[in-house]
């Protein structure tokens, strides 16, 4: 509730920061989405079961591409888009569903436990 008045009120102002602000309040907003497909890709994590790539965590490397795509859509249509209001979801979905759906620290807990699992695939 104070995250929702906390944004209701950042969003009435045209200042740099209250538009800062106001990105940040609505790719709180989108996040979520991006960590529940996030949730959902890790599920295929440990589904090859060809042993040449049985270390590619594909839940991990499916997120980042999606995600490492969805930015660069982004970066391309807010070269063509006018409108404040546009180029505010335009980096809230950036920031807020991508980045969630790009998490560095799952990555990291999967390269460790692949160090632990498969050594040789590791580095």
Not at 2 to 20: E, K, Q, R, T
Not at 40 to 56: A, D, M, T, V, Y
Not at 106 to 112: A, C, I, L, Q
Request: aromatic share 14%.
């Amino acid at each position: 509730t104070a995250l929702l008045i906390w944004g209701g009120i950042s969003v009435s102002g045209s200042d740099p920061s209250s538009i800062s602000y106001r990105t940040y309040f609505v790719a709180t907003l989108f996040s979520p989405f991006g960590t529940i497909l996030r949730w959902h890709l890790s599920q295929f994590n440990g589904s090859i079961h060809n042993p040449r790539w049985e270390w590619l965590p594909l839940g991990t490397f499916s997120a980042n591409m999606i995600a490492s795509a969805i930015s660069a859509l982004m970066a391309a249509a807010s070269l063509k888009v006018d409108s404040q209001l546009g180029s505010l979801f335009i980096e809230a979905i950036q920031f807020g569903f991508a980045g969630c759906l790009s998490t560095v620290s799952t990555f990291v807990v999967e390269v460790e436990s692949l160090m632990q699992a498969l050594p040789q695939h590791a580095y």
